[in-house]
């Protein structure tokens, strides 16, 4: 898959051993992989995944438990084999040049373990001195927004200062990629604002994020783009804000009215126990006009008026739930969602 089906050129190799993955000569790409696959003795966990990272970007990758996500990071970040396909990250293939990558690349755990008894600062410092470049400690500090923790012990910690903890250590060694994985889970929804906002801050620094989450708020706030991966494969990939055709979807108009008032004509769905009817218009702008024309005419309220859209959540559903069905088209994703709603 690295050449022939898409029609890309094979990667070139420099004498460095380094590898230049086609059409990257200025090295704007920072992961590039084609074909991969990997099985284990019970599963064929990633069964053919293409996927293209630009420097500079957010990318979040998504999926149910088990779809093959941590496989294929695993195989990017160079800790984990891989039986087919090639991989290049940063120039370099992580199968074979696992130690030069290593200093290039941050990685974030779901927990590290690290001496609770040291400081802040002094447990970054630990971790930048494995690295031939790093930042200065104290940048690293103010990049998580943990300047007024930089001598409190990490015993001391709460559970998310904790976590931006794990996030400066991955900093320390101010590497060009970071992975990501599931950098907010039981976060407290404030904690979980301020984590989006030091991961924003790396994008700011142009370093590339690749993430991985279970939260679909998580993917449309921070990711440039977003990979949708079901049982080993890539069932939709694009901008949040497109996904699967949600940009195209039709919306529907919600709303509720004064008990024993008619709707006007064609502008009635099924109530549901609250009241509120739904419908999808034709034309969203005509409809919502005379909808709320209608309403100033008679003089009615029109209660809880809205416009709705697919959220990124229904379409991953729609990818990915038990209805999605053989065809894993991401095109269909919003009709699903739109079928699904009765529009
Ligand atoms: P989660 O969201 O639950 O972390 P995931 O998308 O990261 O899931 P993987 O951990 O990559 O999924 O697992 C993909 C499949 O491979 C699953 O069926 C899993 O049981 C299997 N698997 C993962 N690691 C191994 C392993 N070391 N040995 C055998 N099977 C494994």
Do not use: C
């Not at 130690?99 to 290039?104: A, F």
């Amino acid at each position: 898959m690295a050449d022939g089906s898409l029609g890309i050129p094979g990667p070139r190799r420099l004498e460095n051993d380094v590898t230049i993955p086609p059409g990257n000569a200025d090295g704007t790409i920072a992961v590039d992989v084609h074909g991969l696959t990997k099985a284990y003795p019970d599963v064929r966990a990633v069964q053919g995944i293409d996927l293209r990272i630009q420097r500079g970007e957010i990318f979040a990758l998504v999926g149910p438990n088990g779809a093959g996500k941590t496989t294929t990071v695993e195989i990017l970040e160079g800790y984990r084999a891989r039986d087919g396909g090639s991989v290049t990250v940063l120039g370099y293939d992580p199968g074979r040049h696992r130690q030069r990558l290593k200093s290039q690349i941050g990685i974030v755990l779901q927990s590290t373990g690290v001496d609770r008894y040291l400081t802040v600062a002094e447990t970054i410092a630990m971790y930048a001195s494995y690295y031939p470049d790093p930042r200065p400690v104290d940048e690293v500090v103010d990049l998580v927004g943990l300047g007024p923790k930089r001598d409190a012990r990490v015993i001391k910690l709460s559970g998310g200062q904790q976590r931006r903890l794990d996030v400066a250590i991955a900093l320390a060694g101010n590497p060009e990629l970071l992975f990501l994985d599931e950098p907010t889970t039981g976060f407290d929804p404030s904690a979980r604002h301020e984590a989006w906002e030091v991961v924003r801050n790396l994008a700011v620094l142009g370093k590339t994020v690749l993430l991985t989450t279970h939260y679909m708020d998580e993917a449309q706030f921070l990711a440039d783009r977003v990979a949708v991966i079901s049982a080993g494969r890539i069932v939709a990939e694009g901008p949040p804000a497109t996904l699967g055709g949600r940009d195209m979807a039709r919306a529907r108009i919600r709303y509720r009215l004064p008990a024993g008032t008619a709707p006007p004509r064609g502008m009635a769905g099924p109530a549901d126990a609250d009241g509120f009817t739904e419908f999808a218009p034709d034309d969203l702008t005509e409809a919502l006009h005379r909808l709320t024309g209608w309403a100033i005419d008679q003089g009615t309220s029109i209660d809880g008026l809205e416009v709705i859209r697919p959220s990124l959540e229904d379409i991953y559903l729609a990818l990915t739930g038990p209805q999605a069905g053989p065809r894993h088209d991401a095109q269909s994703a919003a009709a699903a969602v739109a079928e699904a709603s009765g529009s």
